[in-house]
C-alpha cells in the first residue's frame, strides 16, 4: 500500500507528519501516512539494475553545499495508476500513470534550526508534455506526534465497497438479460 511519489511527500488530507533519521551514510523519511520509510543512501554505493522496479524507485542521495540534500529516483514501478497525487484537480480516481522513463529529482535544504524547504521536479516524458515542479517550507514541530496508520481497523468502509460491488454486477447480469 503505498500513495508512490513524488504524492507521498505531498500533503494529503490527513496523516501529514514526516521524521527525518540521519546516520552516516543514509537519510530515512519515514512517513505518516501508510507508514512508509524511504531509505536514502549518501555513500555514493552503487544503484540497483534498472530492472529492478520499486513503488518508491529507488533513491540516491549527495550534499551540496553542506546545508542540501539532494536526491535523485528512478527505477519506479511502471504502470496505470503507480502515483496517487491526491489532490484536486488530479486524474479520473486520483491515479496518475507512471512510466518506467520518470525521474524525480528533490532537495532539501535547512533554511534554519527548525526549517526545511523541499523542493522537487518530477519528470516522465511518456505521461507529461514537460516537467513539473513543486515548493514547500517544513516547519519543525516537536509536540507533534505521529499516529499509527490503521484505516482498515475497525473500518466497514471495504466490506461496503465489496457489497456494493457485487450488487452492481448483479444488477448489470439483470439488465443484460
Known amino acids: 500500500m503505498t500513495r508512490g511519489l513524488p504524492a507521498s511527500m505531498l500533503p494529503f488530507m490527513y496523516n501529514n507528519g514526516m521524521r527525518i533519521f540521519q546516520s552516516p551514510g543514509l537519510v530515512a523519511l519515514q512517513m505518516e501516512m501508510i507508514h512508509e520509510t524511504r ?4 555513500d ?3 544503484a540497483i539494475p534498472r530492472r529492478i522496479e520499486q513503488w518508491l524507485g529507488e ?3 549527495h550534499w551540496e553545499g553542506g546545508n542540501t540534500l539532494v536526491v535523485e529516483t528512478t527505477n519506479f514501478r511502471p504502470g496505470p495508476s ?12 486520483n491515479d496518475t500513470p507512471v512510466s518506467s522513463d520518470a525521474r524525480l529529482v528533490e532537495t ?3 533554511t534554519g534550526p527548525d526549517s ?7 519528470q516522465d516524458p511518456v505521461v507529461f508534455t514537460a516537467p513539473w515542479s513543486a515548493r514547500l517550507e517544513w516547519m519543525r514541530d516537536d509536540d ?3 499516529f499509527e496508520y490503521a484505516c ?3 473500518n466497514v468502509q471495504i466490506r461496503n465497497y465489496i457489497t456494493s460491488s457485487r450488487a452492481g454486477r448483479a444488477q448489470e447480469r439483470e439488465s443484460s438479460q
Open 39 to 42: 531509505l536514502i543512501p549518501t
Open 44 to 46: 555514493g554505493r552503487a
Open 59 to 61: 533513491s540516491s542521495g
Open 82 to 93: 503507480a502515483t496517487n497525487i491526491g489532490t484536486t484537480g488530479s486524474p479520473p480516481e
Open 108 to 110: 532539501f535544504t535547512m
Open 116 to 122: 526545511i524547504i523541499y523542493d522537487f521536479t518530477w
Open 144 to 146: 507533534f506526534g505521529i
Open 152 to 154: 482498515h481497523e475497525g
